[in-house]
């Protein structure tokens, strides 16, 4: 089993920066990692993905240049730097993995999540 906690979220107001972190215990793999959200009324929805050795990242075209993925695996951590934040940023943000190797961005090819951290901007 592998136990992923998010942490960071809150209550920013737009233009500002959060950084999330995941961390995780337990069996860990060798495998991508990735960030989805979940705003309200809304589905889950993927954000942003990275390979093991941080080698490939893959972003959604919303958060594209604002948003930045990374991991330290000596810390079983990895990292969402967001900037330049939206009130449409807002969602329930979750991390992802297991345990696939390569990034995957549906849902259901995750076998592991985190509890979520909430994030809110306002305008």
């Known amino acids: 089993q592998v136990q992923l906690i998010e942490s960071g979220g809150g209550l920013v107001q737009a233009g500002g920066s959060l950084r999330l972190s995941c961390v995780a215990s337990?069996?860990?793999?060798?495998?991508?990692m990735g960030w989805f959200r979940q705003a309200p009324g809304k589905e889950r929805e993927f954000v942003a993905g990275?390979?093991?050795?941080?080698?490939?990242?893959y972003y959604a075209g919303s958060v594209k240049g604002r948003f930045t993925i990374s991991r330290d695996n000596a810390k079983n951590t990895m990292y969402l730097q967001m900037n330049s934040l939206k009130p449409e940023d807002t969602a329930v943000y979750y991390c992802?993995?297991?345990?696939?190797?390569?990034?995957?961005?549906?849902?259901?090819?995750?076998?592991?999540w985190g509890q979520g951290t909430q994030v809110t901007v306002s305008s």
């Open positions: 990275i390979t093991w050795s941080s080698t490939n990242t």
């Open positions: 337990g069996r860990t793999f060798s495998s991508a």
């Open positions: 992802a993995t297991g345990p696939l190797a390569g990034i995957r961005v549906e849902e259901h090819e995750y076998a592991y």
